[in-house]
């Protein structure tokens, strides 16, 4: 009897083992491959539904293949901050970037574990030597790779420098009262999301 049981411990043990394993070595999910392959089946759906448009970019067709994992942890940073219009930072080798996500503000250096992280309205920052260049995003996802690179996407990044206080400061107003007047629910979300993003607005001016 008691073997039975040893047998089965060591046989569920053996498989964890190998489970285990194979986790490991299986790539990170948002990690582009070598060759960058289109999603022919959007395509070709795109093509039938308006065949006189061409279909649109997304995020990672403006981001380059990137390496393997190095075997030691690199000097620089490498960002891409890609909004759905245009890319902000394409390939920028830096030190260090300080992105607002949910769980608070989250500092990425070279070597950094790979992880997603959703973002919130807030300050990005993107350290360059002596240099720090600072974003209000207004909401997305962080995806930091095992190989020092990070890709933020977001709906908007602004520079701080071009933000106009004074139309922050109006637009606050402008939501705060739109939410204590708000009578349905679909109003009182569209002031909540207003209030959040402009109070986040007037908090990374007043830093």
Not at 12 to 35: E, G, K, N, Y
Not at 46 to 55: D, G, L
Not at 90 to 114: C, R
Request: glycine residues 4%; contains cysteine; hydrophobic residues 45%.
């Amino acid at each position: 009897m008691l073997r039975q049981v040893a047998t089965r411990i060591v046989s569920r043990s053996t498989a964890a083992t190998c489970v285990a394993a194979a986790a490991r070595a299986r790539p990170f999910s948002t990690d582009l491959p070598v060759t960058p392959t289109a999603d022919e089946t959007f395509v070709e759906a795109w093509k039938k539904a308006i065949p006189n448009i061409e279909p649109p970019k997304t995020p990672f067709s403006f981001m380059k293949p990137r390496p393997p994992i190095p075997s030691s942890i690199p000097s620089k940073l490498t960002v891409n901050l890609v909004l759905p219009y245009t890319s902000e930072l394409a390939s920028k080798e830096v030190d260090m970037v300080i992105i607002p996500a949910k769980t608070g503000q989250m500092g990425v250096l070279p070597g950094h574990v790979a992880t997603i992280a959703e973002l919130k309205p807030g300050i990005m920052s993107v350290h360059e030597g002596n240099e720090v260049t600072k974003y209000f995003v207004s909401s997305g996802f962080a995806f930091i790779h095992a190989n020092s690179y990070a890709d933020i996407i977001t709906i908007e990044a602004v520079p701080i420098d071009r933000i106009d206080p004074s139309l922050v400061q109006k637009g606050l107003a402008e939501f705060t009262q739109k939410l204590s007047s708000a009578s349905t629910d679909l109003e009182k979300a569209e002031a909540q999301i207003g209030v959040e993003v402009h109070s986040a607005l007037s908090f990374a001016l007043a830093g």
